[in-house]
């Protein structure tokens, strides 16, 4: 039998601590031959937000925030949000994030123990795959086709409450083609997505929700991954170098709106997010405007439970190769983003404004507006064919305001 070799940090953190550094580590070493690492939190205080995650001799190896207290990693299984495998010999550390300290200071407890055999959670049964809703028929340019989307999605992998089987489930309940799976801080699930995609009929693209408390971004592609520790313009210069793409995630959006300096946007902005609750405010596309509306919109449900969220909701038009479809379609999507070809709008059933061959559709909103950075255009019917509004993005709105939909400017 193995032996376990347990580890005690015992510490108070306060709020000078965390001014210093909001990512503390804590060492421990992982003797050759180790079978297992287990690791868990106590907080005294339950006021007190203290993430975890877990650094191992030859990288990172996962994150679950404050979703959990507790970790395993085994050669074979691990903690959802952590990568199993075999724990190389060397020296760990245990990553915690000070989120929110009590003026007064927070006692926490790491126990670490190395070997034996922890308990690892068991994955419970893959749904049965549902019936899909019919698609929506779009017009799109020659050899294109619309596609529906949500950029912006949980698991277990972090704080959502499904397993990625039964995320895709939903997602195909909901009518959607392709789902972006972008758990925080961590890319646990990429390992997944493939086979459950295919299983499913949905294209999973690998995700992850780059998270600090000064905003959020998702980084598309299966590129590794990011780390949330480095200066957010390191974000963009690093997705881009491995060939993914990076959006601001819900840029107006109470504590974790986007505060990060940049000296380069990023390609993609979630300019439509689910916390817009209000179609008439016009907050989101102030932003737009001010961010610079040759940036590419997309929209997230941010879906992690059944709180009266939904998936889809908005939904994101992707105009990608008509003949893209199954394993294919995932990259697919990826380029119709890089290329600009994006619409949003409220759901799959909403009235949409969509860029087709230089010029513009609006669908399903007789009477509204079409505004951009020039004259502004009225829609006349049910499917009316216009110029741009200028040359930036689009806004498909009413005349008391309300926002009916967005549309990206093709590259």
Partial sequence: MEIVHEIVHRRRWTRADRAEGIWP???FDVPPGCGAVEVELAVADPAAVIDLGCEGAAGWRGWSGGARRRYAITPDAATPGYLPGEPEAGTWHVVLGLHRVPESGVDCTVTVRTGGSPAVEQDRPAPPVPARPPRRELPAGPGLRWVAADFHAHTLHSDGVLTVPELAALAVEAGLDALAVTDHNTVAHHAELAAVGRRYGIALLPGQEVTTEYGHAN??????WVDFREPAANWVSTVAERGGLLSVNHPLAGDCSWRHPLPVRPPLAEVWHTSWLAPDWGGPVAWWRAWGVDTTPIGGSDWHRDDGTRLGEPVTWVAVAADADGPDLAGAVLDGLRAGRTAVSAHRD?????????ELVAIGAPGALVVGDGPRRAVHSDRDTM?????????????????????????
């Fill in 25 to 27: 580590r804590l060492t």
């Fill in 219 to 224: 980084a598309f592609g299966d590129i590794g």
């Fill in 387 to 411: 110029s741009p509004a200028g040359t930036g993005g689009q806004v498909l709105c009413g005349h008391d305001g309300r926002v009916f939909s967005l549309a990206g400017v093709p590259r």
């Fill in 350 to 358: 909403a009235p949409v404004l969509l860029p087709v061959g230089g």
